[in-house]
């Protein structure tokens, strides 16, 4: 790993860690008082029921292979730890759009001293101060000397930043100040259980930067708000989404996009059968300006689903035996 890697490294990281089940500890459910009332967003993953869940079992599978080991490294590195032992919990949240404005608060069995030893002989060092907080910053030279800082404000836990503005305010908030979402804030209820592996919630979208298509607005810029969960329960994994739409006479035009990916999944029933039954399991429906999806499957028939997707590798034909078409022959349709 080359020295410098820095918070745009960490954040996208910790991340793909995340989608991809690379944590496990212990029971870790959010605590909201470390998120500001300020957020505009907030995700959580509760990594030991994650682990210990049939989902997690298979999604952590991936470990193994070289290009994981390679991000796992990164971790390794720089918050001197094993991510797949030694992680109790990962808190993402943004304060306004901008991944310089993200906070991440990582909580797990950490070595601040291995990680000062490995910042201090990257590029750009400098040892700042918050308050009573020690503070590392580091610069990544890969990526135009961004800078990242990190923070170890209590025992097994740290705080890392893309401005030490962002910093400052995490910090202030983990010492006791200023107003968090455990006493309100404009985030909506947050859905499902309070054992749910995944919680996540947002809002103001339309104030964020979105990617125009085709010349459109995208349809997330109608998202006024939006809550998510995702538990396991008894061998079925469930998911609870809730969008609201501004204004709510768009939310009958939000329901027709999203039922007509479901619509799509369920032609392919031949093709692909697994995505067919996940398609199934899905429910759609809006009111009073906010669309609800709701989805239950079997973890295990998810689990065959995700490895049967991980193995088809680009240049691998689509069944097992069939040779690869020349060059210039033209491309299957799908």
């Not at 870790?28 to 959580?44: E, I």
Request: charged share 20%; hydrophobic share 45%; proline share 7%.
């Amino acid at each position: 790993m080359k020295k410098g890697s820095g918070l745009t490294v960490v954040l996208p990281l910790a991340v793909a860690l995340v989608g991809i089940g690379m944590f496990s500890a212990r029971a870790d459910g959010l605590n909201r008082n470390w998120v500001p009332a300020a957020a505009k967003w907030v995700v959580h993953v509760d990594m030991e029921r994650l682990m210990k869940s049939e989902t997690g079992g298979y999604l952590f599978e991936p470990a193994s292979d070289p290009q994981v080991q390679a991000k796992l490294e990164v971790a390794r590195r720089l918050l001197g730890i094993d991510p797949l032992k030694d992680l109790a919990s990962v808190t993402l949240y943004g304060l306004k759009p901008g991944d310089r404005e993200v906070v991440a608060i990582v909580k797990g069995n950490l070595d601040p001293a291995a990680v000062e030893t490995f910042l201090k002989a990257g590029e750009g060092y400098e040892a700042l101060s918050c308050g009573k907080h020690a503070v590392h910053k580091w610069l990544d030279k890969n990526r135009g000397n961004r800078p990242g800082y990190i923070a170890f404000p209590m025992d097994r836990a740290a705080v890392m930043a893309g401005s030490i503005e962002s910093l400052q305010t995490a910090l202030d908030v983990l010492d006791g100040k200023g107003e968090t979402i455990a006493k309100g804030s404009a985030l909506p209820e947050f859905e499902g259980p309070a054992d749910a592996l995944i919680t996540a919630a947002g809002v103001k979208f339309a104030e964020s930067p979105q990617p125009a298509q085709g010349g459109q607005p995208s349809m997330f810029q109608n998202m006024d708000s939006f809550s998510l969960a995702v538990w396991e329960t008894a061998g079925t994994v469930s998911l609870a989404l809730k969008l609201s739409v501004n204004p709510p006479e768009n939310a009958a035009q939000v329901e027709q996009v999203i039922r007509g990916m479901i619509a799509f999944a369920l032609l392919s029933r031949e093709q692909n059968p697994g995505m067919t039954a996940i398609a199934q399991s899905c429910t759609v429906e809006s009111k009073a300006g906010v669309v609800s999806v709701k989805f239950s499957h079997p973890a295990k028939a998810l689990g065959e689903l995700i490895k049967a997707a991980r193995a088809k590798k680009p240049g691998q034909a689509e069944n097992a035996g069939e040779t690869e078409k020349p060059a210039d022959a033209a491309p299957a349709q799908p």
